[in-house]
Structures are given as structure tokens and as C-alpha cells.
């Protein structure tokens, strides 16, 4: 069966501090992997999406990055965080391929900026 | 670009049926997607449409109407548990499938 990590569960960083969130999955090749940000008491925010090793697209400008450095690893990175940046982050994935209509999430991060 | 409404919080009684509509407004459309999300959890995938109509999963059914823009999750016969925030999520489908997600409802059902 799939499985799918996210680490850490929570961060506390300070304003100006890097940023690396780690996303795995498992049992699964070729995935779409997605980083999305909730907001507290909002919707979710599409942040980046990948199809493939080194594939990123992104959907907003921001101080945020994003990296896939393996076919099941996705990474989320800043060099500098803001006070907006605070929020619940999701790694999800689907199938590839366009052959799927359902995202699995992993269980999320949640950080605080200082 | 993409938007979705849905009301942001509903009231019902344990038992009861509640309706959950979502209007979207997106190119490329492909369907639409519902999940639930309780406090502090991840969200997790309820059901789906992509033609017009009923799609029913227990005490779950999923409506949609493609030329309305409009769908809505029916819940039946609701129970404690079932209070929760639930998103409505359209998927683009471009290249590959892209999901929007609304700014979710959040349904507190009371005893």
C-alpha cells in the first residue's frame, strides 16, 4: 500500500531563518506530488506541483521553493522566511499520468515564524 | 483563473441531513472532488464527479451539474464524528491534474 511522510510535524523558526520540509512517498512510482499551504480556518493554497524528477511548476509567487531531487522525494525550501509564511504545509500526491482523480495527503507540518 | 464558494460553517443535529454546495468558476474543468479535514488532520478524499449527477458512497452522496458550475455533498443520517471541515476541489486538467481547492465549510453537528 501507498504511504506518504511529511517531516517535521511542527517548527517553531525565526523570522529570516531557512526553511527545508521534507515530503517521501511510498509504494508508488511516478506520482504528481503538490506542497500545499492552509492558512488557519481557510481553504488550501496550491503552492507547487511536480510530474517528474526536477519537474516544478509554480502556482504563486512567493518566498518559497521547491525541489524533487527523486522520483518520491519533494522537498519545500526557504532561504529567508517571512511572518507569512506561518501556516499548516500538506505534501499530497496523485497518480500519474493523469489517471487519477484523488490526492492522498500526508499528515503535515505545521510552522510558526517568529 | 480558479474560485470556489462554499458557506463557511453549517449547523445540524446529530440524525439529521445537511447539503453542502459549492459554486466554482475554473477553465479547463474536469471534475470535482470532496474531502473532509478534521481539526489539526489532514484532509482525506470523500468522493467525485465528473458527469452530471448523483454519485452515492454510504451516508455520502456527491451532486453535480457542469452546466450550473455548481455541486453540492450530501450527508445523511450525520453523526458526531462527522463534524469536520469539507472542501470542495475542483481538478484542472491540463498536462496533468491540478486541484483547487475551496475555502472549506466547516459543519458542527450538536447532539
Known amino acids: 500500500s501507498q504511504t506518504i511522510h511529511q517531516w517535521p510535524a511542527t517548527l517553531v523558526q525565526p523570522v529570516g531563518s531557512p526553511l527545508s520540509l521534507e515530503c517521501t512517498v511510498e509504494g508508488t512510482s511516478n506520482p504528481n506530488l503538490y506542497w500545499y499551504r492552509q492558512a488557519a480556518g481557510r481553504g488550501l493554497q496550491l503552492l507547487f506541483y511536480?510530474?517528474?524528477?526536477?519537474?516544478i511548476s509554480s502556482e504563486v509567487p512567493q518566498n518559497l521553493s521547491a525541489s524533487r531531487p527523486q522520483d518520491r522525494q519533494f522537498i519545500l525550501s526557504s532561504k529567508k522566511l517571512l511572518l507569512s509564511d506561518s501556516g499548516f504545509y500538506l505534501c499530497?500526491?496523485?497518480?500519474?499520468?493523469?489517471?487519477?482523480?484523488?490526492?492522498?495527503f500526508g499528515p503535515g507540518t505545521r510552522l510558526t515564524v517568529t | 483563473g480558479q474560485s470556489l464558494e462554499q458557506p463557511s460553517e453549517v449547523t445540524a443535529v446529530e440524525g439529521a441531513i445537511v447539503q453542502i454546495n459549492c459554486t466554482y468558476q475554473t477553465s479547463g474543468f474536469y471534475g470535482l472532488s470532496w474531502y473532509q479535514q478534521h481539526d489539526g488532520g489532514a484532509p482525506t478524499f470523500l468522493s467525485y464527479n465528473a458527469l452530471d449527477g448523483l454519485e452515492e458512497t454510504g451516508r455520502f452522496s456527491s451532486f453535480l451539474s457542469r452546466s450550473d458550475s455548481y455541486g453540492y455533498l450530501l450527508l445523511q443520517e450525520l453523526q458526531m464524528k462527522d463534524s469536520a471541515s469539507y472542501f470542495c476541489?475542483?481538478?484542472?486538467?491540463?498536462?496533468?491534474?491540478?486541484?483547487?481547492f475551496g475555502s472549506g465549510t466547516k459543519l458542527n453537528v450538536k447532539p
Open positions: 499530497a500526491w496523485s497518480a500519474g499520468s493523469g489517471g487519477d482523480y484523488e490526492q492522498y
Open positions: 476541489a475542483v481538478i484542472d486538467r491540463g498536462y496533468f491534474n491540478k486541484f483547487y
Open positions: 511536480s510530474v517528474g524528477i526536477g519537474q
